[in-house]
């Protein structure tokens, strides 16, 4: 199976790019192909919500890295959204590519992928996740995806937070049994 890892930490060292490591190893010993893409240190633009794509069979106004994204996003069998919690959601940096979506929204709606969410952030209280989670039920509600895990991690404030831990564990589990193993 072909699976897309969106990471969306502008931190290379951080919790959830060790966690994303962990998804990625697991699912590589799985033998799925894995594209990683650490959406922070990519030059993809905002979209305008100009519609110059839906006049333009899904061709962006804009000519950036959204151009080597949109062929491994519709063709993976899988989408892992992997970011840290920035004020109750995900980063600005992901949330960048995830909103250029639009420009394919018709072919992402037409074939069922299965995505997973990894989070994690220093917040302790449960209800910290809360708006991460709506975001990500909702974005696959409306592509018609079938939400196939997460991985939420609370307390997590540094990378040594997460190494060896049962997170480290679970999220290479996850790589591994994303498609079956």
Not at 23 to 32: I, M, Q, S, V
Not at 38 to 64: F, H, M, P, Q, W
Not at 92 to 101: M, P, S, T, Y
Request: glycine residues 8%; proline residues 2%.
């Amino acid at each position: 199976m072909k699976i897309l890892v969106l990471t969306g930490s502008p931190h290379q060292k951080g919790t959830t790019s060790y966690l994303a490591d962990k998804f990625c190893e697991g699912a590589k010993e799985a033998g799925h192909k894995v594209y990683r893409v650490n959406t922070a240190k990519i030059d993809v633009k905002a979209c305008l919500g100009c519609d110059y794509c839906k006049r333009n069979d899904g061709e962006c106004v804009y000519s950036d890295d959204m151009n080597n994204i949109i062929p491994h996003l519709l063709e993976a069998d899988g989408i892992v959204f992997v970011s840290p919690l920035y004020y109750f959601g995900m980063t600005a940096q992901i949330k960048r590519v995830v909103d250029r979506f639009y420009a394919v929204n018709s072919k992402l709606r037409s074939k069922s992928k299965k995505a997973f969410l990894i989070s994690a952030g220093s917040d302790e209280d449960a209800w910290a996740m809360d708006g991460i989670k709506a975001h990500f039920n909702n974005m696959c509600k409306y592509l018609k995806w079938e939400m196939s895990g997460e991985l939420l991690v609370l307390g997590a404030s540094k990378r040594e937070d997460v190494e060896g831990s049962l997170y480290s564990q679970e999220a290479k589990v996850l790589g591994m049994e994303s498609f079956g193993y």
